[in-house]
């Protein structure tokens, strides 16, 4: 026998003994019952901790506990809701019993007196529900994942919409009878009282990953199915703004954005102030005892929300159940009723996640219709986890786009990996549409839809449009015709074309625009991160100082234009663009432009070099190079096929260009010049006032140029009211080579008019505005003063038309009503500066068409 080994493992064994022994002296361990002081029955759910750390927990439902550790620690805390605070003092290192009794926070009624008639007023002193709803705000930010160092999960993303309460006697009817396979699919069971015809489906399967320090956050698509409508319809773009209607709810934000609307939240930091708490009930769910907390609309009029909060009473305060209604007396268009349910699960620290988040939409275009559109968003978590560390290659290399891989999973790996289930309706919606789209019928009615939507006719890789340009006029060209097109991803995702050709009838010129685009990362250019390159040519009228895009100026309801508007210049471009997005939403666009400007029209270039004698100036033709940076944290986008539009968000974004003019370059001019240009959009949320949407800016020009080169402010003369334009500034009226300038557009959202009985039917909506811009004029850029620049433009009477900005900026301001039919905004601009300038107006009315819910 080897004793010697022996005796090594005796010797490890009592030292492990004594070590063992040695640190289980030092544990503090406290056992104890907690009771009523006054009723002397015990109490569950008190929370029960160590004062000065976070290790405690609850007491069961006997009203006993045992907490222990290893931290010297002196006392314990006692807490729960609507009773005094208690702190007991212990004994560090051993085991003890410590009973506890709470006093009552608030003294009993002695008698209670029963009235009829005048309702008691709601008040939020001594309320217990108002102490609780501060308790889960006081416990909100440990209550959600990124407490956590680390989470991960899987998502099941499953949209779907679906026609509500169709006639089961339609698939009847002669000209339906060839659709009946899609008709009878119907849905009886999933909503009470809704009969629904599936029409439309979208699935995500994801993973997730969360890293608190240094935070990171990475999701991977595992898998992504919709329906397919074929080339007329974008299924995708569809996908993307239905999700972003039925925006991820997370209840503990401070706001809740659904249908293009912010609802505060009924636990964000000031809901006591805009809600009434009601205790209703204490339920047992998913074996916890919950306090059932109901709330309500102090004005019904504000976005808000009706419904139920479930909360735990372990001392954490979380929500472990949702009921989200939208008050039904908001201002919310399309919108018959909306509910958002959520449930959570407990982590085996006794925490608790989402598990099961579903938002349910009934759309319609009147109230008293039973028909109409039906949506709902259900988002499923499982394989949660927190506190599992990964390398940091896991949280990096954020992908922006779905390989066909991921686009075309089978049907195996979908009823594997799916965390919830399909109905009987949806799951033969894939099959329903895949035959509708080989229907010849359904191609065409797609088709004509296609055109007066969105004015795009498709020819499979090509479309043809936009038909609001097919026709417009103006007093240089006269009557002009114009037919252009764009190629689609389904040619190809890496070359992009676009062309049109315009002739007007006055003039009897030809104009065109040609532009050829390669993408350099293999996805399409309308998806991000862009990474392009692109070449293009145009020549075209252009109105000095219009904010419209010179593409889209033939638009035929911007023809019509208020007071003299005849001075034009024949532009001819020769455009170079290189356009890179980064994963952290910083990008940059490099360019060169060469351009030829040439005045039409009434408008002419002078110069009075030489004698005084006015020189005609036939064109000026620039060689620019230019830089833009811009920068917009967290930005998304409502994405389609070939376009997509910036989400407006509460983040800033920022820009600043810097565009150098480079002398004799390319049979440029001898002008050699710098402007640098910096801005900043954001849109600041004011809660139940609805939210603003503010642009400052600021430009300087350094070097000496004639006025086509300078800042020619941003002006409108349509009758359309344009955001980011002067609506009562006429063009040409202001240059200038330096400036800055402030644009708010207030939108109250009815904040004021819900008040109002009739307004409040109208569902009409207030927003003002108020823009204002102060710059001016350098003596060395006056052609008053060098005769060698080109002079300002004047009236057949020699008045002038054309001015720097004095001491004083020029401001507007309007106020106006949206939402008329739902579409219309129209407002009273007021100008209150520079009214002695000829032709300009103080006064004025513009309107917009805008679609909002």
Same mark, same amino acid.
């Given at each position: 026998m080897d004793y010697r080994h022996l005796y090594k493992k005796l010797f490890l064994s009592g030292f492990f003994i004594f070590l063992t022994s040695a640190l289980l002296a030092q544990t503090t361990v406290v056992t104890g019952l907690v009771t009523d002081g006054k009723t002397n029955e015990p109490l569950p759910f008190v929370s029960v901790k160590f004062n000065g750390t976070s290790v405690g927990g609850p007491t069961n439902n006997d009203g006993r506990y045992t907490i222990s550790t290893d931290r010297p620690v002196k006392q314990i805390k006692v807490s729960f809701l609507g009773y005094k605070d208690a702190f007991y003092n212990v004994k560090q290192g051993v085991s003890q019993t410590v009973n506890i009794r709470l006093i009552p926070a608030a003294n009993e009624l002695s008698e209670v007196t029963v009235k009829s008639g005048k309702k008691p007023k709601y008040r939020n002193k001594d309320n217990p529900a108002v102490e609780l709803i501060r308790k889960v705000i006081e416990n909100k930010e440990k209550n959600r994942p990124t407490a956590y160092d680390y989470v991960e999960y899987k998502e099941y993303d499953k949209m779907q919409f679906s026609l509500a309460n169709v006639s089961p006697t339609l698939a009847d009817k002669k000209f339906f009878r060839k659709y009946a396979f899609v008709i009878n699919n119907r849905d009886?069971?999933?909503?009470?009282?809704?009969?629904?015809?599936?029409?439309?489906?979208?699935?995500?399967l994801s993973q997730y990953y969360y890293r608190r320090n240094p935070e990171k956050e990475k999701t991977i698509v595992l898998g992504e199915k919709t329906v397919n409508f074929g080339g007329s319809v974008d299924s995708e773009g569809l996908g993307a703004y239905f999700k972003h209607m039925y925006y991820k709810v997370d209840i503990y934000d401070n706001t809740i954005f659904l249908m293009t609307n912010n609802f505060l939240s009924p636990i964000a930091g000031s809901s006591p102030t805009f809600y009434k708490f009601f205790i209703t009930d204490t339920v047992a769910y998913k074996n916890t005892k919950l306090v059932e907390l109901s709330f309500t609309p102090r004005n019904t009029a504000d976005m808000l929300f009706v419904g139920k909060l479930y909360i735990t009473l372990d001392g954490n305060y979380a929500v472990e159940k949702v009921e989200l209604n939208i008050n039904k007396h908001i201002n919310l268009n399309f919108v018959n009723g909306m509910r958002v349910n959520q449930e959570f699960e407990q982590n085996p620290d006794g925490r608790f996640h989402l598990s099961k988040s579903t938002t349910v939409a009934d759309f319609g275009l009147t109230k008293n219709k039973k028909g109409g559109l039906f949506g709902i968003r259900t988002i499923t978590y499982g394989n949660y986890a927190v506190n599992v560390p990964h390398p940091d290659t896991t949280y990096q290399h954020q992908e922006y786009g779905e390989s066909d891989e991921v686009k075309h999973r089978s049907d195996e790996f979908w009823a594997q990996n799916r965390l919830d289930t399909l109905t009987?309706?949806?799951?033969?919606?894939?099959?329903?549409?895949?035959?509708?789209?080989n229907m010849p019928s359904f191609r065409r009615t797609m088709d004509i839809a296609t055109l007066l939507l969105a004015g795009y006719k498709g020819f499979g890789g090509f479309e043809l449009g936009p038909a609001n340009t097919f026709y417009s006029f103006n007093p240089v060209e006269g009557f002009k015709l114009r037919v252009g097109g764009r190629t689609t991803p389904e040619l190809s995702k890496r070359y992009y074309f676009e062309t049109y050709g315009a002739y007007g009838f006055k003039d009897e010129r030809f104009k065109y625009f040609l532009s050829a685009t390669y993408s350099l990362n293999n996805k399409s250019i309308y998806k991000f991160p862009q990474n392009y390159v692109r070449i293009s040519t145009q020549y075209d009228t252009k109105i000095p100082g219009a904010n419209l895009q010179f593409v889209q100026e033939d638009n035929f309801l911007l023809s019509f234009k208020r007071g003299e508007n005849d001075k034009?210049?024949?532009d001819r471009s020769y455009n170079f663009d290189y356009v890179h997005e980064y994963e952290n939403h910083f990008s940059y666009h490099f360019k060169f432009t060469r351009l030829t400007q040439a005045p039409a029209g009434s408008l002419y270039f002078l110069n009075t070099v030489g004698n005084n004698t006015s020189n005609v100036v036939k064109d000026l033709t620039t060689s620019e190079a230019g830089l833009t940076l811009r920068y917009a944290p967290h930005e998304q986008f409502y994405q389609g096929k070939i376009y997509r539009i910036p989400v407006p968000s509460k983040y800033p974004v920022l820009t600043l260009d810097y565009t150098a003019g480079l002398k004799n370059v390319f049979g440029s001019s001898n002008y050699g010049y710098q402007n640098l240009h910096a801005q900043m959009d954001k849109r600041f949320y004011l809660s139940i006032l609805g939210y603003a949407d503010v642009t400052v800016e600021a430009g300087k020009t350094f070097g000496q140029?004639? %006025?086509? #080169?300078?800042?020619?402010?941003?002006?409108?003369?349509?009758?359309?009211?344009? *955001?980011?334009? %002067?609506? #009562?500034?006429?063009?040409?009226?202001?240059?200038?080579?330096?400036?800055?300038? *402030?644009?708010?557009?207030q939108h109250f959202v009815g904040f004021f008019f819900n008040k109002i009985p009739l307004l409040k039917k109208l569902k009409w909506r207030e927003v003002a505005s108020l823009k204002a811009i102060y710059g001016g004029l350098s003596d060395k850029n006056n052609p008053s003063l060098h005769p060698s620049l080109y002079q300002f433009p004047v009236t057949a009477g020699g008045e002038p038309i054309t001015y720097g900005l004095g001491r004083t900026p020029y401001v507007e301001g309007s106020v106006g009503i949206e939402n008329i039919f739902k579409f219309v905004r129209v407002d009273l601009v007021k100008r209150f500066t520079y009214l002695d300038h000829p032709d300009v107006s103080q006064w004025g009315i513009r309107a917009r068409v805008k679609f909002d819910f």
């Open positions: 009886t069971t999933s909503v009470p009282g809704k009969n629904l015809l599936p029409i439309f489906l979208n699935e995500k009987t309706a949806e799951s033969k919606v894939y099959k329903n549409v895949d035959s509708l789209r034009y210049l024949y140029v004639p %006025y086509p #080169l300078l800042d020619i402010f941003r002006a409108n003369q349509t009758y359309a009211y344009d *955001i980011y334009s %002067y609506n #009562l500034m006429n063009f040409l009226e202001f240059v200038g080579d330096h400036y800055a300038s *402030i644009n708010i557009d």
